[in-house]
């Protein structure tokens, strides 16, 4: 296959797409229909050299907004929307969860705390990561009264089961602490990534729920679309990935902590029933 030069042109052109709001997926499969090779879309658009952004997930959550916009049901109560973006389709809630919830979450999670892992991509299992210095744990689907509260609203607010879900993982970050950008997705590329996904697919979904917030610092990033999602008590930040792929726009990551104490609790999503 002849190389391509990456023209001033191409470049221009994919620079105003992205600034209408363009999907990167979208621009690469322009690229594609117009006879461009899969290594320079992807060269021109910053992605892997690895070709051709992969077929989409069949389906995934979705929310449903009432007639205004602004509201979501989520059967026991009604959640607010604060913003909504959507290239990658993210929302950010601000009633989720309430005070007291947050705080029955941490108080339970507090004395199971634990260096947090990352999962080893080369073997499926889990290993230490630099890059993620904060400390959290796993409750069991369903575990407890208040988890299952939550798990319930969750599942009506995006329209997807409960059992696809993984476990609340409850993280505390202290001062200095952060997760720097990274996406939640199992790369389809690495050798463990098969043994993962035997537990109920990929995931297609991350919701992020701030159960304490910092005196300052520890917003949650999303460099790919610059939005900066800063942690309130009770609020939540949800985004779909449909592409296992950088095209999805999800990268993410967590800002050091500058001052008090973060504490979070992630439900990831997956596309069949989590065992």
């Known amino acids: 296959m002849q190389a391509q030069a990456i023209t001033r042109e191409m470049q221009d052109w994919v620079a105003r797409q992205l600034a209408a709001g363009h999907g ?57 929307v604060r913003e909504h973006r959507s290239a990658p389709d993210l929302w950010v809630f601000a009633n989720l969860l309430s005070a007291e919830e947050c705080e029955a979450l941490v108080e339970s999670a507090e004395p199971r705390l634990e260096r947090s892992l990352t999962v080893d991509i080369r073997t499926g299992g889990e290993e230490l990561n630099q890059d993620r210095t904060s400390h959290g744990m796993f409750y069991t689907r369903g575990e407890n009264e208040v988890v299952r509260r939550i798990e319930a609203r969750i599942a009506r607010l995006l329209n997807w089961p409960a059992k696809n879900g993984e476990g609340l993982q409850v993280l505390r970050y202290r001062r200095g602490a952060q997760y720097k950008p990274h996406y939640d997705y199992f790369n389809p590329t690495e050798p463990g990534t098969a043994t993962i996904l035997r537990r109920g697919g990929q995931r297609v979904a991350s919701l992020i729920m701030y159960l304490r917030e910092p005196e300052e610092g520890g917003a949650t990033v999303f460099p790919d679309i610059g939005l900066r999602v800063r942690p309130q008590q009770g609020s939540a930040v949800f985004f779909s990935y449909a592409l296992a792929h950088p095209a999805s726009l999800t990268l993410h990551g967590g800002e050091p902590v500058k001052a008090g104490e973060k504490w979070i609790a992630t439900k990831w999503l997956r596309e069949r029933e989590f065992t």
């Open 24 to 80: 990167q997926h979208e621009i690469f499969q322009a690229l594609l229909d117009a006879g461009w090779h899969a290594a320079a879309a992807n060269h021109v658009l910053g992605l892997p050299a690895g070709g051709a952004i992969p077929q989409a997930a069949q389906a995934v959550p979705r929310v449903e907004t009432d007639a205004s916009g602004t509201m979501v049901d989520a059967g026991d109560k009604w959640v607010m």
